[in-house]
């Protein structure tokens, strides 16, 4: 497969820039994927739309405020969007700047002023970072970070707003350690979620840290060439329990999002499903024989990139070609901001 076979036009202004005034007033797509049939619905529907039998699975990761900016000695200006904190005071972070950073630089946060050593360069745009003793790297964060959100929603430099810092973050995020929401669960509202309970669904939850690798761009023409990178992830045996016994009974399991996809689809080896803690790079695109899976409720997603990619693994890529066709003739709002379709 070509990247060139995951393209799609898409109006500039159908980029969403803020969310929707209330999480499920968004709009909902309803897509067969035997017959390629699609409906029109608002979230709000979705108790009403689906049977009570799904099994629905949600990542309960937290979005951290990430992204920091510094100077450097002479003025000049990085950003840093703290990845991981391989120890009590260091951060593994992407770094952007006018000229490379080079170890030993001393940075200085732009916020308090605290000192920030460039440990190591490990790659190129990536920098590990020692903080003075005494400080830990998320009470620095939280302090003076920002709402990491993607490039295509323009703030300006360092300016996410205070309702960014609430809407960029689903109701039931319980665990730090994302870089990026998990936008599918960003349409739940707790009145939804109990209304799917009493419906009969019933809900689950595992954790996967979103990474960078979730908006960096795919850089091959070749789509198998391409190669994820690795993201943290954590399955409850309660959970994982579940789903086996929900499989046996043959019930739908409807993993939101896609980290949620990548998340259960990795835990599954040896003909079951496994608990515990795990890393994944797991690439999903079309010709993946999914094993847990059977539906997704996901967001509208960027041409050429490895989550419209997923989600054609599910869909055929035909199929949900043309239902994103459908949605921008019908003017739906895209990306992360945007709204939400289900693949059944």
């Avoid at 500039?12 to 049939?37: M, Y």
């Avoid at 993607?150 to 109701?171: C, F, K, L, S």
Wanted: charged letters at 25%; a positive charge; proline letters at 8%.
């Amino acid at each position: 497969m070509n990247l060139s076979d995951f393209h799609y036009d898409l109006p500039p202004e159908l980029i969403a820039q803020q969310p929707a005034e209330r999480r499920d007033q968004s709009r909902l797509l309803v897509l067969d994927r035997q017959s390629g049939d699609v409906r029109h619905h608002t979230f709000a529907d979705l108790p009403e739309i689906v049977s009570g039998d799904e099994v629905f699975v949600f990542n309960d990761t937290r979005v951290i405020p990430a992204r920091l900016w510094a100077r450097k000695p002479g003025g000049g200006r990085v950003e840093i969007l703290a990845l991981s904190f391989p120890t009590a005071t260091s951060i593994l972070a992407m770094t952007r700047s006018s000229k490379p950073l080079r170890p030993s630089l001393v940075l200085v946060s732009e916020g308090t002023g605290t000192r920030l050593l460039v440990a190591s360069v490990p790659a190129p745009g990536r920098a590990l970072i020692e903080l003075p003793a005494g400080i830990q790297p998320i009470a620095l964060l939280r302090n003076e970070g920002s709402t990491p959100l993607p490039p295509y929603i323009h703030r300006g430099v360092g300016a996410d707003r205070p309702e960014d810092r609430e809407r960029y973050q689903t109701v039931f995020a319980r665990h730090d350690g994302s870089v990026a929401a998990p936008t599918a669960g960003l349409h739940f509202t707790p009145e939804i979620l109990e209304r799917l309970q009493r419906k009969g669904c019933s809900l689950l939850f595992v954790t996967l840290h979103v990474g960078p690798g979730t908006f960096l761009p795919v850089r091959v023409d070749k789509v198998e060439d391409h190669r994820m990178e690795h993201e943290r992830y954590e399955i409850p045996e309660q959970t994982a329990a579940a789903i086996r016994e929900a499989k046996a009974q043959r019930r739908p399991i409807l993993a939101v999002g896609t980290t949620t996809v990548r998340t259960i689809e990795s835990a599954f080896r040896d003909g079951t499903l496994h608990a515990g803690p795990g890393e994944t790079d797991l690439f999903i695109h079309p010709g993946f024989r999914f094993r847990t899976v059977d539906r997704l409720l996901t967001n509208f997603h960027l041409p050429g990139s490895t989550l419209i990619m997923l989600a054609s693994a599910l869909a055929g890529r035909e199929k949900l070609l043309e239902a994103y066709r459908q949605a921008v003739n019908q003017r739906y709002r895209f990306y992360s901001y945007g709204d939400c379709m289900i693949i059944r």
